[in-house]
């Protein structure tokens, strides 16, 4: 393997990372409501700016950062309560234009609040490059995959072992069978907010060092994390992980070896060319329709 | 007597006249070219919203991506007319022509998805399309935009807010007299059997991948031939006309309007312009604002704004 392709490899792992953690929370709120939520993106941007200005006040960052996902996943739940469950019964177009809405009016927040610029979050720990095999890797990058590892490894364990998590795909699964259970519904789609609100935050915190922040940094990290989860399949939490990543080392070697313009486009030619093939993704059920 | 008093009743007749008398009385009310210029901006993204209606609202088939066709009918024309002197309205037709093409060969694929795999892939597209137009610059000019120059048919030159005025308000009426004639047709009750249930459609003997198609080349067809229009009205375009929010902007006018009510769209455009020029002054708070309008609306009215407010004067519940 030449140090070139390790390098991009490295790039692209990383970056794809964090599209795996975006496309996981398109899929968990997916699952249970089975809205596309179009403000997912903010999630990550609400995490990196709101973890800047906390660091910015003096705050020790461990404690900026958690202060961080607390709010974002407030949003989240906040989103859910009053923008979404009012509209429970509208059609899919209609609740596509509430999220973009709502993702409108926090991007207008939070330039109100911390004003347009970009800011920058220090690295976790240092800017020290780590030398591989002729490729170079920053530490940040191994945070980034360090804790989506973490992260994937916690959610099978909420999702198979716990009961709410159990809930949480019951109701997925067929949510007026999973309410003459017992289970609160209305409860789960919102803590599916709140969960995937979360995890947003991390990723934009995870990120924030790599790339800067800034108030619509979360449109095309939310789109690319839309692209992850359809290419896996939309629903399916390990399609939404391989999904991030073969986009991130996709759109990583076709800057290296094309050409960086295009870099962009990259995960929107996959998923079309994808799509034409097979138009439930990679790993999606090629579901029969009930009629 | 009573046969005409019946058909002003109707949209296709007593809708289109009110239309015409309303394109016709405005001037009167319109008091200097900046009203002129907002009123245009208007007409442009209603016709475009009155075919995206026909695909969206009839047929049922979401697309976040028709600012695409509507950047590639602009450039279109930016580049024939600019870079190799062809004339304004040769430069439309081909640019249509073109667009028609490549909306007719990706139509067959991209239709065949459903729901948001529909929207995944038709944003895909618009977003493609937004990209190579900002980065192929040696044709584009590149993100900075290119400058177009005037709309000359023969020897006239379409020339001053007032003619545009015209221009965009005849094409306007013309693009709802056509959207309603394909409504009441036999075409039109084939789409709106697909949106009711595309398989009941398809048992019923309809040829429904036929019907999707033909819409979604049309509705690609009016955009590009109005972002022609557009190039040439406004002197000058950028990528941004085909960019992801624009193709949101359309989509949300038609959904605000009401989905299938063709005179919806037209008001969902009206207010769609007029909301950034009226918030512009509240700098700061523009995005908010307009954030919460299209939630608050959308939530309490999901149905769109007008067939909520016929629906209510009318007495039903809407």
Same mark, same amino acid.
């Given at each position: 393997?030449?140090?070139?392709?390790?390098?991009?490899?490295?790039?692209?792992?990383?970056?794809?990372?964090?599209?795996?953690?975006?496309?996981?929370?398109?899929?968990?709120?997916?699952?249970?409501?089975?809205?596309?939520?179009?403000?997912? !993106?903010?999630?990550?941007?609400?995490?990196?700016?709101?973890?800047?200005?906390?660091?910015?006040?003096?705050?020790?960052?461990?404690?900026?950062?958690? =202060?961080?996902?607390?709010?974002?996943?407030?949003?989240?739940?906040?989103?859910?309560?009053?923008?979404?469950?009012?509209?429970?019964?509208?059609?899919?177009?209609?609740?596509?234009?509430?999220?973009?809405?709502?993702?409108?009016?926090?991007?207008?927040?939070?330039?109100?609040?911390?004003?347009?610029?970009?800011?920058?979050?220090?690295?976790?720990?240092?800017?020290?490059?780590?030398?591989?095999?002729?490729?170079?890797?920053?530490?940040?990058?191994?945070?980034?995959?360090?804790?989506?590892?973490?992260?994937?490894? =916690?959610?099978?364990?909420?999702?198979?072992?716990?009961?709410?998590? #159990?809930?949480?795909?019951?109701?997925?699964?067929?949510?007026?069978?999973?309410?003459?259970?017992?289970?609160?519904?209305?409860?789960?789609?919102?803590?599916?907010?709140?969960?995937? =609100?979360?995890?947003?935050?991390?990723?934009?915190?995870?990120?924030?060092?790599?790339?800067?922040?800034?108030?619509?940094?979360?449109?095309?990290?939310?789109?690319?994390?839309?692209?992850?989860?359809?290419?896996?399949?939309?629903?399916? !939490?390990?399609?939404?992980? =391989?999904?991030?990543?073969?986009?991130?080392?996709?759109?990583?070697?076709?800057?290296?070896?094309?050409?960086?313009?295009? #870099?962009?486009?990259?995960?929107?030619?996959?998923?079309?060319?994808?799509?034409?093939?097979?138009?439930? !993704?990679?790993?999606?059920?090629?579901?029969?329709?009930?009629? | 007597?009573?046969?005409?008093?019946?058909?002003?009743?109707?949209?296709?007749?007593?809708?289109?006249?009110?239309?015409?008398?309303?394109?016709?009385?405005?001037?009167?009310?319109?008091?200097?070219?900046?009203?002129?210029?907002?009123?245009?901006?208007?007409?442009?993204?209603?016709?475009?919203?009155?075919?995206?209606?026909?695909?969206?609202?009839?047929?049922?088939?979401?697309?976040?991506?028709?600012?695409?066709?509507?950047?590639?009918?602009?450039?279109?024309?930016?580049?024939?007319?600019?870079?190799?002197?062809?004339?304004?309205?040769?430069?439309?037709?081909?640019?249509?022509?073109?667009?028609?093409?490549?909306?007719?060969?990706?139509?067959?694929?991209?239709?065949?998805?459903?729901?948001?795999?529909?929207?995944?892939?038709?944003?895909?597209?618009?977003?493609?399309?937004?990209?190579?137009?900002?980065?192929?610059?040696?044709?584009?000019?590149?993100?900075?935009?290119?400058?177009?120059?005037?709309?000359?048919?023969?020897?006239?030159?379409?020339?001053?807010?007032?003619?545009?005025?015209?221009?965009?308000?005849?094409?306007?009426?013309?693009?709802?007299?056509?959207?309603?004639?394909?409504?009441?047709?036999?075409?039109?009750?084939?789409?709106?059997?697909?949106?009711?249930?595309?398989?009941?459609?398809?048992?019923?003997?309809?040829?429904?991948?036929?019907?999707?198609?033909?819409?979604?080349?049309?509705?690609?067809?009016?955009?590009?031939?109005?972002?022609?229009?557009?190039?040439?009205?406004?002197?000058?375009?950028?990528?941004?006309?085909?960019?992801?929010?624009?193709?949101?902007?359309?989509?949300?006018?038609?959904?605000?309007?009401?989905?299938?009510?063709?005179?919806?769209?037209?008001?969902?455009?009206?207010?769609?312009?007029?909301?950034?020029?009226?918030?512009?002054?509240?700098?700061?708070?523009?995005?908010?604002?307009?954030?919460?309008?299209?939630?608050?609306?959308?939530?309490?009215?999901?149905?769109?704004?007008?067939?909520?407010?016929?629906?209510?004067?009318?007495?039903?519940?809407?």
């Amino acid at each position: 393997m030449s140090a070139e392709f390790l390098q991009y490899l490295f790039t692209g792992i990383t970056i794809g990372a964090i599209y795996a953690l975006v496309g996981l929370g398109f899929s968990i709120i997916y699952n249970a409501s089975h809205v596309i939520n179009f403000a997912q !993106g903010e999630f990550l941007m609400i995490g990196g700016m709101c973890t800047v200005a906390l660091v910015g006040t003096g705050l020790p960052m461990p404690v900026a950062i958690l =202060a961080a996902v607390a709010v974002t996943a407030v949003a989240g739940l906040a989103l859910q309560k009053f923008a979404v469950a009012p509209a429970r019964n509208a059609e899919v177009v209609t609740i596509i234009i509430i999220t973009i809405g709502a993702s409108i009016f926090l991007r207008g927040l939070v330039q109100l609040v911390w004003g347009k610029e970009f800011h920058a979050l220090p690295a976790f720990s240092g800017d020290e490059p780590i030398t591989i095999g002729g490729a170079t890797i920053l530490p940040q990058s191994l945070w980034v995959l360090g804790i989506t590892l973490v992260i994937v490894v =916690a959610l099978s364990w909420f999702f198979n072992k716990t009961l709410l998590g #159990k809930a949480i795909l019951a109701t997925s699964h067929n949510p007026d069978a999973a309410k003459l259970m017992g289970i609160n519904t209305g409860f789960i789609l919102l803590i599916s907010f709140g969960l995937s =609100a979360m995890l947003g935050a991390i990723a934009g915190i995870l990120v924030a060092p790599i790339t800067l922040t800034s108030y619509d940094v979360g449109i095309m990290l939310g789109l690319k994390g839309f692209v992850a989860a359809v290419l896996g399949g939309l629903g399916s !939490g390990a399609g939404a992980i =391989a999904g991030g990543l073969i986009l991130g080392i996709a759109e990583a070697m076709a800057a290296g070896y094309i050409s960086s313009d295009y #870099k962009d486009a990259v995960p929107f030619v996959i998923i079309l060319a994808i799509l034409f093939f097979m138009p439930s !993704g990679l790993f999606g059920l090629r579901g029969t329709e009930r009629v | 007597m009573s046969h005409i008093k019946h058909l002003l009743k109707t949209p296709r007749y007593g809708g289109l006249l009110a239309l015409v008398l309303i394109c016709l009385l405005l001037p009167l009310l319109l008091q200097n070219a900046y009203q002129f210029d907002v009123a245009i901006k208007v007409g442009i993204s209603a016709v475009v919203v009155v075919g995206l209606n026909l695909l969206i609202g009839y047929t049922g088939q979401i697309s976040l991506g028709h600012a695409g066709f509507f950047g590639l009918g602009a450039y279109s024309s930016a580049i024939l007319t600019v870079n190799y002197e062809w004339s304004a309205l040769a430069a439309l037709l081909a640019g249509s022509v073109g667009v028609g093409l490549i909306a007719f060969v990706l139509a067959r694929p991209i239709l065949k998805l459903k729901g948001h795999y529909l929207a995944m892939a038709t944003l895909g597209l618009g977003i493609i399309i937004s990209i190579v137009i900002a980065t192929e610059d040696w044709l584009t000019g590149g993100p900075d935009g290119m400058g177009v120059g005037p709309f000359m048919l023969f020897d006239y030159e379409i020339y001053g807010e007032k003619a545009w005025y015209w221009v965009v308000a005849a094409l306007l009426v013309l693009s709802v007299w056509l959207a309603l004639n394909i409504i009441d047709s036999p075409v039109g009750r084939a789409l709106r059997a697909v949106h009711g249930s595309e398989v009941a459609a398809q048992v019923a003997g309809i040829d429904t991948t036929h019907y999707k198609v033909l819409v979604f080349v049309f509705s690609a067809v009016i955009a590009s031939v109005m972002g022609s229009v557009f190039a040439h009205y406004s002197g000058f375009v950028t990528p941004t006309e085909a960019g992801f929010f624009h193709s949101i902007e359309l989509v949300t006018m038609v959904v605000l309007g009401g989905m299938a009510s063709t005179y919806g769209g037209i008001l969902g455009a009206l207010i769609l312009v007029l909301l950034p020029q009226l918030l512009s002054g509240l700098e700061d708070l523009e995005m908010i604002i307009f954030g919460l309008i299209l939630m608050l609306t959308m939530i309490f009215m999901p149905k769109g704004l007008l067939p909520t407010v016929t629906g209510r004067l009318k007495g039903g519940k809407a």
